[in-house]
């Protein structure tokens, strides 16, 4: 069975950083395209980065691009983002999957605030 465990996320303040991690099973990782997304209450899950299964490729939503780096490694069926230059509206449920979509995971809570 398919299962996504998201972890790293955290109460900080804007401007600091956060690593979130993704460990994954049940399918074969290093084929997988990887997404990481997030969700606010009241609104739609939100596709904020890509990285296909060699990692040559990535994809960033305009809203995280050059501050947020998505990263994987096969080895260990894990998959990263790394966020920097945090903001409050980065605050958010943030989830990884693969694309196409399989069984989604609990989420990490990630809350930017002073």
């Known amino acids: 069975q398919v299962h996504f465990v998201e972890s790293g996320g955290a109460l900080v303040q804007p401007g600091e950083s956060l690593r979130l991690s993704c460990l994954a099973s049940?399918?074969?990782?290093?084929?997988?395209?990887i997404d990481w997304h997030r969700q606010v209450p009241g609104k739609q899950r939100q596709l904020i980065a890509r990285i296909n299964g060699g990692a040559f490729y990535t994809y960033y939503d305009d809203s995280v691009r050059g501050r947020f780096t998505i990263s994987r490694d096969n080895a260990k069926n894990s998959a990263y983002l790394q966020m920097n230059s945090l903001r409050p509206e980065d605050t958010a449920t943030y989830y990884c999957n693969s694309s196409p979509l399989r069984n989604w995971g609990q989420g990490t809570q990630v809350t930017v605030s002073s």
């Open positions: 049940g399918f074969t990782f290093h084929d997988a395209v």
